[in-house]
């Protein structure tokens, strides 16, 4: 067992610094040394030559005493005394005593001071000069000193060498401390670490700091030097809060810290220093040369000695500068990507309801029409409500196209687009049914009072003026009915309001006709619907206009430029069709032409996208796709009436191709416009494979196909109706609404899979929209997502596939926005 005597050193050793205890050595040694040279005489000391000057003065004044004592002159000798003890501050007294003992003259208290120290008198304070007169002996000159050394206070109660030495001790333990600690300060500790130790510091990325307890560096890699721009000897010394640090905010990198922290490097290393935890992840910046930033992730952990007790500190320096970067500009990405974004669906949404307008009236476009008609039929049926429906025809109106040309026709049915919306207002919906024909819908609103509404509308329509032809008159027919005529479907309420508007023009015109007023006509029948219609009389199967919309929007997602086409060729036959077909006909019509190229849903992309010409194993393909959507129809519908029409508008009016089918007029009405205006869109249409024909000269394509391929009355009639309009694109690279919608609802897809960071997604959607893009007559979009895809694709950093994709959605809405404009401006 130790003693306690080592155990008592032991303590004391941990409660000092080593500092202090360097000091306190230093201090011994010292005191050691001078005390020695005392005792072996070598301390220098001026004792002896005060003691040497002492007896030089008392010479000189026995010298100068015995000449005026031979003289008898005592005031001279009074005089000397005087002068020799103003000059002598070590002089107390001084006093002239004659043999017999008696004191002949003497300073103040002389005699007070001789008699009382004479008892411990030496030579060194009392001395006493004999005096002669002759050869005789006269007297004694005394003379009394302070004691040699008492030149202070301390001095005078403290031994000489033991206050020396005192002061010694208290003077060299203050100073050394002093020095030490700023002295320590200037040694490299990295001097006294192995060579290989420092090499493999200095070989590592990561800046690397070593403390001590005041916070100031002891060591430093040469990471850290270069990243602060110093050496690494210029840091050694230095505080770590003298550099240039910056604060940062950063979420915290704990799981568990979840809360905003505030980190810089003194405040994480004095953390560790105050405490003795460690510190992960907490963020900086120095101010670098140029004011730039260099941020940097730093941990910090204790340095102890073998007895535990915390000695400094290490911290690390990750530089995530560039990290940082790329996070900034990962953000600003994804910030630009999501404004893109929603800049898309904005236009979207503006796309979205010009899709449902007629860019000529901004009413509701005829399919938008059905969309509403079957939502408020549904909605009447279910709550027993009211729902009228009205047929609104201009009187004369080829008349106006015909005398006084096309732009005054177009100017006379935007007035009267006005003026249906202007009286219908919220009561209902106004939609622009085909050419002259307008169409309103009237929730909540009886026959009667739609009658009246429809008077008010007529009259307000005979109001019509127009400044560049004041002696132009406008009039319409209206016919109206209402469910409480017993419609069995949409389209046959529809057809009751038609069947009023007939009556209404074949009597006079410019007058409202109600369906329960000409109910017993029996002529209208006749007169309406011709005998080449005589099958349309029977009784239709309902054909839901939802059911419809669902199919052509799969369509459209599978291949959208063949559901635009549908659309342009329904829209064909509609115009066709007016005059021709009943409105619940035409209405089979235009959903037989939409829906003739259902099968090209089934249709591998390397036949639906090839740029050349189909192959006959490939014309094989599609035919079996076509018998596949007529099934569909069949199966969908079960109305017999769409069936025929889709199954034969492929057959030749001559009957070249019967296959013990119908041939001429026994093909049926529908179908032998749907081959008509399904060729014309056709031709004037833009392929892979082949370049668009003009209107012209697809017309005479049909001509020279007639009474072959095509029904020559339906080609002649179609040829005057279509005339030379050009096919509805827009200039701006031949995009049209419909291709800047479905592009845009692509668009919105590819986002979402960025949003769900979904690559391989992201890479599946590229490929797509590149192939639609392309095949929908926009090269410039398909490039960029080509490009996307090949980023996505090679698994290249996240940032370049969103910037790569911020192009495209950028691109995207630029081409949207062009589209947006034309069709604001009154393009289509």
Not at 167 to 194: A, I, K, N, Q
Not at 507 to 522: E, L
Not at 560 to 588: F, I, K, Q, W
Not at 771 to 778: L, N, Q
């Amino acid at each position: 067992m130790r003693p306690k005597s080592h155990l008592l050193a032991d303590e004391m050793k941990t409660s000092l610094s080593a500092t202090t205890r360097i000091t306190l050595s230093l201090v011994a040694i010292v005191l050691t040394i001078l005390l020695s040279a005392n005792l072996l005489g070598l301390m220098p000391s001026d004792r002896e030559a005060i003691l040497r000057g002492r007896e030089s003065v008392c010479e000189s004044i026995a010298i100068q005493c015995s000449v005026l004592a031979s003289r008898g002159d005592l005031d001279a000798i009074d005089t000397c005394f005087q002068a020799t003890t103003s000059c002598n501050p070590d002089i107390q007294s001084m006093g002239l005593r004659r043999t017999d003992g008696s004191l002949v003259m003497a300073t103040a208290k002389h005699d007070q001071i001789w008699s009382q120290e004479r008892s411990t008198a030496s030579l060194s304070t009392h001395m006493a000069v004999p005096i002669y007169q002759g050869t005789e002996r006269w007297g004694t000159a005394e003379v009394s000193y302070s004691p040699p050394g008492h030149t202070s206070w301390v001095g005078q109660y403290v031994h000489p060498l033991l206050a020396f030495c005192v002061f010694c001790v208290l003077g060299t333990l203050v100073l050394f401390e002093y020095y030490l600690r700023w002295g320590l300060t200037m040694l490299d500790p990295s001097r006294v670490v192995p060579q290989r130790v420092r090499t493999a510091l200095d070989t590592l990325s990561e800046g690397l700091l070593f403390l001590d307890p005041q916070g100031r560096i002891v060591m430093a890699n040469q990471s850290f030097a270069s990243t602060v721009g110093n050496s690494v000897e210029q840091l050694i010394g230095t505080s770590a809060t003298s550099l240039p640090w910056t604060e940062r905010k950063e979420i915290a990198s704990s799981p568990k810290d979840n809360s905003a922290s505030t980190r810089d490097s003194h405040a994480a290393c004095a953390d560790v220093l105050a405490d003795g935890q460690s510190r992960q992840g907490s963020f900086l910046s120095l101010q670098a040369e140029g004011n730039s930033n260099q941020n940097f992730s730093v941990s910090a952990s204790p340095i102890c000695d073998e007895a535990g007790r915390q000695s400094g500190a290490i911290a690390s320096f990750e530089d995530v500068t560039r990290l940082e970067q790329k996070k900034n500009e990962l953000a600003n990405a994804l910030q630009s990507l999501r404004l893109s974004s929603e800049k898309v669906r904005e236009q979207n949404a503006i796309l979205e309801h010009l899709a449902t307008r007629d860019p000529l009236t901004n009413c509701y476009n005829r399919r938008s029409f059905f969309e509403q008609f079957d939502i408020q039929w549904n909605s009447a049926q279910r709550c027993g409500c009211p729902l009228s429906a009205v047929m609104v025809d201009i009187d004369h109106f080829k008349l106006v196209n015909d005398n006084h040309g096309h732009s005054v026709g177009d100017t006379v049915l935007q007035k009267v687009a006005d003026t249906l919306q202007r009286v219908v207002g919220d009561r209902g919906i106004v939609a622009r049914y085909g050419g002259e024909e307008f169409t309103l819908l009237l929730p909540n609103i009886d026959l009667a009072d739609a009658s009246a509404l429809s008077e008010t509308i007529r009259r307000e329509i005979e109001a019509i003026k127009l400044s560049q032809l004041s002696q132009l008159s406008v009039t319409a027919s209206l016919g109206v009915s209402s469910l409480s005529q017993s419609p069995v479907s949409p389209q046959d309420l529809l057809d009751q309001a038609d069947r009023c508007l007939y009556f209404a023009k074949r009597n006079g015109r410019n007058q409202v006709a109600r369906y329960d007023q000409i109910h017993g006509d029996s002529s209208l029948s006749a007169d309406r619907v011709s005998s080449r219609q005589a099958e349309s009389m029977s009784p239709k199967k309902l054909i839901p206009y939802p059911a419809v919309t669902a199919l052509i929007s799969a369509l459209g997602y599978r291949d959208p430029s063949t559901a635009a086409h549908s659309r342009r060729v329904a829209d064909l036959c509609n115009e066709v069709a007016h005059g021709l077909m009943s409105m619940s006909d035409r209405y089979v019509l235009e959903t037989a032409a939409l829906l003739h190229d259902i099968g090209k849903i089934g249709v591998p992309d390397s036949i639906l996208l090839t740029s050349s010409q189909l192959t006959q194993a490939e014309r094989n393909v599609i035919k079996r796709q076509e018998r596949i959507g007529l099934e569909i129809i069949r199966a969908s519908f079960a109305s017999d009436e769409l069936s025929r029409i889709v199954e034969n508008y492929r057959r030749y009016f001559d009957g070249r191709d019967a296959n013990l089918g119908p041939e001429g007029t026994h093909i049926p009405l529908g179908a032998r416009i749907l081959a008509v205006a399904d060729a014309y869109d056709s031709m004037v249409s833009e392929h892979p494979y082949r370049v668009a024909k003009t209107s012209q000269e697809a017309i005479a394509e049909l001509r020279r196909c007639a009474n072959t391929q095509f029904d020559p009355e339906i080609v002649d009639l179609f040829s005057r109706i279509v005339g030379c309009q050009e096919s509805e694109v827009f200039s701006s690279g031949g995009i049209t609404k419909e291709t800047a919608l479905g592009i845009g609802h692509e668009i919105e897809r590819l986002a979402e899979a960025i949003d769900q960071q979904d690559v391989e997604e992201l890479r599946v959607m590229a490929g797509r929209l590149s192939e639609s893009a392309a095949h929908r007559g926009a090269p410039e979009i398909a490039a960029k997502a080509i490009e996307l895809e090949q980023a996505a694709s090679s698994d290249d950093d996240v940032l370049g596939i969103l910037q790569r994709a911020c192009e495209l959605i950028e691109y995207c809405r630029a081409t949207q926005s062009s589209s947006i404009e034309l069709a604001v401006s009154g393009q289509p």
